[in-house]
């Protein structure tokens, strides 16, 4: 079944960043569709990826670009620590490895093999488990960690240390990493040793790099929750497919809260 949508905006727009812009697809998966001769607007092919749409053209999707754009796949992983998210080294054991039938809950047509180019869409260090996220899925992997993206992500974290008023104070707003400010957190204390964080960005080892700079450990780090998206039982390694609702709460930017 194809796919169509009249452009309302006031100005010309390119055509693969409109596209981007109505969810159906990212501006690579735009730019590929058009490459494949499967966009038109008003009946007439766009062979040209600056090509713009005007006020009150049609944009149209062959089926054969809208069957590959809904063979998009994302799976949910509860990712064990001592397993890269991915782009292992030498003895690694990269998050992809995991997804086989025996481990698989649920029901699923597809189980991924080396031909699938599956990333992860927010990693999560090697020593670190939890929610993790690998997608073929422009659109999804724009909206969990795009520039602009905001979702929170949930951890819950173990920690060596004393937590401190002072140290609970910076980590909720205060901190810098890598020469830039970190956005605001929710930081709760939820037990002697332990944290729950809510974060709205994912700098590289954010959590444990926060915690060293206010004087403490981080022994253990759990993600459980992404958006709306919950790790929920899921057993630690085995894996899921992602559902269409999951799908669209994420893309829509919907918290746990909404």
Same mark, same amino acid.
């Given at each position: 079944?194809?796919?169509?949508?009249?452009?309302?905006? &006031?100005? /010309?727009?390119?055509?693969?960043?409109?596209?981007?812009?109505?969810?159906?697809?990212?501006?690579?998966?735009?730019?590929?569709?058009?490459?494949?001769?499967?966009?038109?607007? $008003?009946?007439?092919? !766009?062979? =040209? %990826?600056?090509?713009?749409?005007? /006020?009150?053209?049609?944009?149209?999707?062959?089926?054969?670009?809208?069957?590959?754009?809904?063979?998009?796949?994302?799976?949910?992983?509860?990712?064990? /620590?001592?397993?890269?998210?991915?782009?292992?080294?030498?003895?690694? !054991?990269?998050?992809?490895?995991?997804?086989?039938?025996?481990?698989?809950?649920?029901?699923? +047509?597809?189980?991924? $093999?080396?031909?699938?180019?599956?990333?992860? !869409?927010?990693?999560? =260090?090697?020593?670190?488990?939890?929610?993790?996220?690998?997608? =073929? &899925?422009?659109?999804?992997? #724009?909206?969990?960690?795009?520039?602009?993206?905001?979702?929170?992500?949930?951890?819950? !974290?173990?920690?060596?240390?004393?937590?401190? &008023?002072?140290?609970?104070? #910076?980590?909720?707003?205060?901190?810098?990493? &890598?020469?830039?400010?970190?956005?605001?957190?929710?930081? $709760?204390?939820?037990?002697?040793?332990?944290?729950?964080?809510?974060?709205?960005?994912?700098?590289?080892?954010?959590?444990?790099?926060?915690?060293?700079?206010?004087?403490?450990? %981080?022994? +253990?780090?759990?993600?459980?929750?992404?958006?709306?998206?919950?790790?929920?039982?899921?057993?630690?390694? #085995?894996?899921?497919?992602?559902?269409?609702?999951?799908?669209?709460?994420?893309?829509?930017?919907?918290?746990?809260? =909404?």
């Amino acid at each position: 079944m194809s796919w169509s949508k009249t452009y309302t905006g &006031d100005e /010309p727009v390119r055509v693969n960043k409109w596209m981007g812009q109505t969810g159906v697809c990212s501006r690579r998966e735009a730019e590929a569709l058009i490459a494949e001769g499967l966009v038109s607007i $008003d009946g007439e092919t !766009v062979g =040209d %990826v600056g090509r713009k749409i005007l /006020p009150g053209q049609t944009l149209s999707i062959a089926e054969a670009g809208k069957s590959q754009l809904d063979s998009r796949f994302t799976v949910i992983i509860n990712k064990p /620590p001592g397993i890269v998210s991915a782009h292992p080294e030498p003895g690694q !054991v990269p998050a992809i490895r995991l997804l086989t039938r025996e481990a698989l809950v649920g029901g699923s +047509d597809i189980i991924p $093999d080396d031909t699938m180019s599956l990333a992860p !869409v927010g990693r999560l =260090d090697m020593e670190s488990r939890g929610l993790l996220v690998l997608s =073929d &899925d422009g659109v999804l992997a #724009k909206a969990l960690i795009g520039p602009q993206s905001g979702i929170e992500k949930e951890y819950l !974290v173990a920690i060596e240390g004393i937590i401190t &008023d002072w140290a609970l104070e #910076k980590l909720r707003h205060g901190l810098v990493l &890598d020469g830039r400010e970190l956005k605001p957190a929710i930081v $709760d204390v939820i037990g002697r040793y332990r944290l729950r964080f809510v974060l709205q960005e994912g700098r590289n080892r954010q959590i444990r790099r926060m915690c060293e700079a206010v004087g403490l450990y %981080v022994v +253990d780090l759990l993600r459980i929750r992404i958006g709306s998206l919950h790790l929920g039982d899921l057993p630690e390694g #085995k894996w899921r497919v992602m559902t269409s609702a999951e799908r669209a709460g994420l893309i829509a930017g919907k918290s746990s809260l =909404d």
